[in-house]
């Protein structure tokens, strides 16, 4: 057998060693203080106002790419007409849809859209879910005052979940439904109250007397994979309107993905009147929740309240009725909501114990948007917040829109704020 030459094989090591040598590591991605909505989406008008953008309902970082965010919308535009729980939706055709936004220095590149449908293939819209299936009282019509009708299938959707098998999970403020969805945005199972979900599993009935438009804003699965966490906005309407406005204990509940059993525990807010934008997983059993209420900085009224808390499940009480009755567990023969904080106590609840980790007020520059929605983690101590911009408009009266303007005299639009905490936060 032939050798080959000793210098030839050295000159091959040397070249290998070269080759080896000019393969450089991705550079690690530079965050910047904030970044935004590059070329917001323009989804239509109404009386000559351009309805546009409408991403930051919910944030997800791509668990592939650091670089990538999933940012998701709501169930679209709407205006109230004058007629009492009924609403004009310009964009009849319209649903939810999760944006793949990529960072590039400090804008955010859209580079495609997921819209969300059903099993059978069919577009999920933003209109109201008929009765005993979701039904908040509203009514949709369209330009022109077309009864629109309504979708067993649509969705309001607000918490949104990027799962490691590339599937998302989706939870909304009509049923509340929790819907998985496949990588492609088609249903695999709708979970509710009513029990829609594969095998009958359904969440806890109570939840069903959520209040209109305040429903499941906040889903996270934890680091595990194996359980589903979602966050009521506000007080369930629970044994009425009345008494639950009057509330500031919000539920949260715990869904196994495998079983399909739940768990719930109660989370206070700082005062009667605040709601729960986010919620999202640390670990098992910790979690940060973001607080707010519904005023711009500089406002009038300004905003009191823009907080991100940590907090944690490990001894606080589960609120679950195990008869699974409509307005769920009695405590002395009283219903959650009904109860204040001191009455609590009393009844042995203990509510999650919370701790600061941010409060948006503060920092520099403050927060100028009056709905931080989205949350999102990247290492250790850096959070990623979210807007939820409205498309860019809010009601100019009945019938008609004007543009959502900020205090600082700029159109409201998508931005991610990115924050470096002092603290390590897990």
Not at 6 to 15: A, C, F, N, Y
Not at 239 to 251: C, E, F, T, V, W
């Amino acid at each position: 057998m032939r050798s080959t030459p000793r210098l030839v094989v050295v000159v091959l090591m040397v070249l290998a060693t070269a080759c080896t040598d000019d393969v450089s590591s991705p550079a690690p991605i530079v965050y910047p203080e904030r970044a935004a909505d590059g070329a917001p989406t323009t989804w239509g008008t109404l009386g000559g106002v351009g309805i546009t953008g409408g991403y930051g309902s919910a944030l997800a970082t791509d668990p592939r790419d650091p670089s990538i965010f999933y940012v998701m919308t709501d169930r679209g535009p709407n205006v109230t007409t004058g007629v009492s729980n009924q609403l004009l939706f310009p964009l009849p055709t319209f649903g939810p849809v999760i944006g793949r936004f990529q960072l590039v220095g400090d804008s955010l590149r859209r580079l495609s859209t997921i819209e969300m449908r059903t099993a059978t293939g069919a577009r999920i819209s933003g209109l109201p879910n008929p009765v005993g299936a979701g039904a908040t009282g509203e009514t949709a019509v369209g330009v022109g005052g077309t009864p629109l009708g309504t979708d067993p299938d649509g969705l309001d959707a607000e918490g949104l979940v990027v799962a490691t098998d590339g599937t998302f999970w989706v939870s909304d403020e009509y049923g509340p439904h929790i819907v998985h969805l496949d990588a492609t945005g088609r249903t695999i199972e709708r979970i509710n109250p009513f029990g829609n979900g594969a095998g009958g599993r359904r969440l806890p009935r109570v939840l069903a007397l959520r209040r209109p438009n305040r429903g499941m804003e906040g889903l996270t699965i934890t680091p595990d994979g194996r359980t589903l966490v979602g966050m009521m906005q506000s007080p369930l309407d629970n044994p009425s309107a009345a008494i639950g406005r009057q509330s500031n204990a919000l539920r949260i509940v715990t869904f196994d993905i495998a079983s399909g059993a739940t768990r719930q525990y109660v989370y206070e807010t700082d005062a009667v009147g605040l709601l729960s934008s986010e919620i999202l997983a640390l670990s098992s059993t910790s979690f940060l929740v973001l607080e707010r209420d519904g005023n711009f900085q500089g406002g009038s009224p300004t905003s009191t309240s823009k907080r991100v808390y940590r907090i944690d499940v490990t001894g606080a009480t589960d609120v679950s009725d195990p008869s699974d009755a409509p307005g769920g567990r009695l405590f002395g023969g009283r219903v959650l909501e009904a109860l204040t904080a001191a009455e609590r106590r009393a009844a042995g609840i203990v509510a999650t114990p919370k701790s600061l980790v941010v409060d948006l007020l503060t920092l520099p520059g403050g927060y100028p948007h009056d709905k931080a929605e989205g949350l999102a983690v990247i290492g250790n101590s850096r959070l990623v917040v979210s807007n939820d911009d409205d498309f860019g408009v809010v009601e100019g009266g009945v019938n008609s829109f004007i543009n959502k303007m900020l205090p600082n005299g700029q159109r409201d639009r998508l931005f991610l704020r990115f924050i470096t905490t002092a603290t390590p936060f897990r």
